[in-house]
């Protein structure tokens, strides 16, 4: 039982430590220029950018004909609890007056609650996503219309904690009773290889009011190198009055699932393969409009990541329905029962599947001047899959061209996981060759203290 608790943990936590950092679903993570809009991008996305977003848009006039990418990457991490204001003042320790070193800050009773008011009701969520794209090709032509190919990385996460995880640890257990509800906890993680392939048709003139039209979609294999995901998860302890003292009660009802590899379950079982070893396959796919509403106006609407990986490889799960009691809290035996319920039985079930992290999107950009354009965006996620989220999400965003090779960008958003975000970025576009960086939260350098995300993505472009 403690083997099989120490992979599922180590399994989820490998998962985290290869995100360097949420996201709705898609894949404008790996683009520069996207993220510097603040991804305000259903409509603006062009070329290699439209893959996985927007697949009507590739036959869209831009720079080149005919484009390349390798490598463009990008990161984004953060909480919708903690900032780093708090982590500071309260996790990295204060100087001793006397010796001058470094030593644990003492939490008096404001500051544990000021801590425990930072979870927004009462629960607190973690999330991360990491994309890189190894390669990315696309080519338009005004009679055929676009279609680009791409081969990506993406390892994601979504991690909800109640609040009385971290009330347990800074208060313990009342000797007047206490209680620790830890139900809404969720934990959603994965590393998925994605091949894809999209089209757009050519720009149509179908009806009189609109001066063309643009249909695309999009069909993507994915490989799954691994997965951790809660399907249920309720449960409180509780210590009691007992006639002889210190009784623990325990309450648990959780099901999990996870897959991986076997070069994750186990390094000895590795074969070179070029294409990977993955744990499960499955197929996506993604389908677009975009209509030009006027000479400088553009709208489109998408939904994107329709499909599901079906996991064969390494497949257990963890189950618990039970209640447990703990009298003598040195007993071996009650300390194994009490991680048993908390853990669950481990066994092995065979093939299931997982749905994609599918999104709606809808989005118009107006392009004022060859210096000057403006996009506005609506993203709802349709599940909480690893980077994905069902609240809404509004985004802006503005490129400026000062200097025709120099556009700079900038934009907002609200709702999704992040809340607000301030997005911030800056190319260089010459003739056959783009250099661009984004951040999609500007607010790590301007407000550091209480900046609760951390983001960046560097991107390069061959145009032909």
């Known amino acids: 039982m403690r083997i099989k608790f120490t992979y599922s943990i180590t399994l989820l936590l490998l998962l985290m430590a290869i995100v360097p950092y949420r996201m709705e679903a898609g894949n404008?993570?790996?683009?520069a220029r996207l993220v510097g809009l603040a991804r305000a991008n259903t409509a603006v996305a062009r070329g290699i950018d439209a893959v996985g977003v927007?697949?009507?848009?590739?036959?869209?006039?831009?720079?080149s004909k005919?484009?390349?990418?390798?490598?463009?990457?990008?990161?984004?991490?953060?909480?919708?609890?903690?900032?780093?204001?708090?982590?500071?003042?309260?996790?990295?320790?204060?100087?001793?007056?006397?010796?001058?070193?470094?030593?644990?800050k003492h939490l008096s009773p404001q500051d544990k609650q000021d801590i425990l008011d930072s979870f927004p009701g009462n629960h607190g969520t973690i999330q991360g996503d990491a994309q890189i794209l190894w390669f990315g090709v696309s080519f338009r032509a005004p009679r055929f219309g676009g279609i680009a190919l791409t081969v990506s990385d993406r390892v994601a996460m979504n991690l909800t904690l109640p609040g009385d995880y971290l009330k347990m640890l800074l208060e313990g257990f009342s000797e007047f009773g206490s209680t620790y509800d830890f139900s809404g906890t969720d934990a959603q993680s994965w590393w998925t290889r994605q091949f894809a392939i999209a089209y757009a048709s050519p720009r149509l003139r179908l009806v009189e009011f609109l001066p063309w039209i643009s249909f695309g979609g999009g069909i993507k294999y994915l490989q799954?190198?691994?997965?951790?995901?809660?399907?249920?998860?309720?449960?409180?302890?509780?210590?009691?009055?007992?006639?002889?003292g210190f009784l623990l009660r325990g309450e648990m009802n959780m099901v999990t699932r996870r897959a991986s590899a076997n070069f994750i379950y186990d390094p000895d079982m590795y074969e070179f393969n070029p294409v990977g070893q993955p744990a499960g396959t499955g197929w996506g796919v993604d389908l677009g409009i975009a209509a030009g509403i006027s000479n400088n106006i553009v709208a489109g609407i998408s939904i994107t990541d329709i499909g599901s990986i079906r996991w064969k490889e390494n497949t257990y799960g963890s189950s618990a329905d039970?209640?447990?009691?703990?009298?003598?809290?040195?007993?071996?035996?009650?300390q194994d029962s009490l991680l048993d319920a908390y853990t669950g039985k481990d066994e092995a079930i065979g093939s299931f599947s997982t749905a994609l992290p599918s999104a709606i999107r809808t989005g118009v950009t107006v392009q004022f001047s060859p210096e000057l354009l403006v996009a506005a965006?609506?993203?709802?996620?349709?599940?909480?899959?690893?980077?994905?989220?069902?609240?809404?999400?509004f985004a802006i965003g503005v490129e400026w061209r000062p200097v025709n090779f120099l556009p700079v960008r900038t934009g907002m958003a609200a709702g999704g996981f992040n809340g607000f975000t301030w997005a911030l970025g800056f190319g260089f576009n010459f003739s056959f060759f783009d250099l661009e960086i984004a951040t999609e939260n500007i607010g790590l350098l301007l407000y550091q203290n209480k900046s609760k995300h951390a983001s960046v993505t560097v991107g390069t472009k061959f145009r032909f």
């Open 54 to 63: 927007n697949p009507a848009l590739l036959s869209l006039p831009h720079t």
């Open 224 to 244: 799954g190198y691994a997965y951790f995901g809660t399907e249920a998860y309720d449960g409180y302890i509780s210590n009691l009055d007992y006639e002889n």
């Open 377 to 393: 965006d609506y993203t709802q996620g349709l599940n909480k899959m690893p980077a994905n989220s069902t609240t809404p999400r």
């Open 322 to 334: 039970l209640v447990v009691e703990v009298d003598d809290i040195v007993s071996s035996a009650q």
């Open 28 to 31: 404008d993570r790996t683009s």
């Open 66 to 104: 005919f484009e390349v990418s390798v490598l463009p990457a990008g990161v984004l991490l953060g909480s919708n609890f903690m900032d780093y204001s708090m982590y500071n003042t309260y996790f990295t320790g204060v100087n001793d007056p006397v010796t001058g070193e470094r030593v644990a």
